[in-house]
């Protein structure tokens, strides 16, 4: 098990004595003007990860209308186009130049028919994972939760149908647990077999807690540190998996809690 925290916990001085890894948030890293990536702000990037024994990994920019989240680096996967599929290609590059071997990215979402909304993240994802490809990147394919309607991907079939239609070496799965306890409702027995249901397909995982339903804040996905919820974390060993557990939380404390959890299972 490699233990990882999002760069929305803390500043890297912060994080290097509690974790190995650290997921870089796209929309944190202030490395874009508008939808214009600053490269040279890339090269001060990655001479600064060279100070640090930290492996490194990629959020890639997504949906979301939180008010605190750049607009201009919205990116729907079932309605790319010119600019969101730059981005995108763009994080992937990232990725590259950093040696993170690997991008976490949202599903689409469903804005009016859903299955005409998989087939364009499909057709999209296809696009991006062969870009992905040929610099040796693997995309993460998230489970997003099951409270807001209007995502794709909610549930462990679906996630598995969209990577074996894309059928590229470079498509994986992030099991995102938290988002899983959403869908199942807090159901534990559910979860553990949402869980032993993806573990084939998984590359890499975020850790955080909720309550299991919907809150009026983000859908209920609270990012809690474990413990703070109703999650079983017992359910990972279900993953049978040795990669990286990224605690995607909001604080220090709450990366040195998630990381006792992970360490007691």
Not at 7 to 30: D, R
Not at 165 to 189: K, P
Not at 200 to 211: G, S
């Amino acid at each position: 098990m490699i233990i990882g925290a999002s760069s929305f916990a803390g500043t890297l001085p912060e994080l290097e004595p509690e974790v190995e890894s650290v997921e870089l948030y796209i929309p944190k890293l202030e490395v874009y003007e508008g939808t214009t990536l600053i490269k040279s702000r890339i090269c001060k990037l990655k001479e600064t990860l060279s100070s640090y024994d930290l492996s490194t990994s990629i959020h890639a920019p997504y949906f979301s209308d939180a008010p605190n989240y750049p607009r201009e680096l919205v990116v729907d996967t079932a309605g790319l186009n010119d600019t969101t599929e730059k981005l995108m290609k763009e994080s992937i590059m990232i990725a590259d130049a950093l040696g993170s071997g690997m991008v976490v990215i949202h599903p689409g979402r469903i804005n009016g028919n859903k299955e005409r909304a998989f087939e364009n993240m499909v057709s999209g994802l296809s696009r991006l994972s062969k870009f992905a490809g040929d610099v040796n990147v693997t995309l993460g394919l998230e489970n997003k939760e099951g409270t807001d309607p209007n995502n794709l991907c909610i549930s462990a079939t679906e996630l598995i149908t969209a990577i074996e239609e894309i059928s590229s070496s470079n498509l994986r799965a992030t099991f995102d647990i938290g988002h899983a306890n959403l869908t199942c409702n807090g159901n534990q027995v559910k979860l553990r077999e949402f869980a032993r249901e993806l573990r084939n397909h998984v590359e890499h995982v975020h850790i955080h807690d909720n309550q299991g339903f919907l809150t009026e804040k983000f859908w209920g996905d609270l990012h809690g540190a474990p413990g703070t919820g109703v999650i079983d974390f017992s359910v990972l060993k279900e993953l049978r998996f040795n990669g990286v557990y990224n605690l995607e939380v909001f604080s220090i404390e709450d990366v040195k809690v998630g990381k006792r959890m992970l360490l007691g299972l």
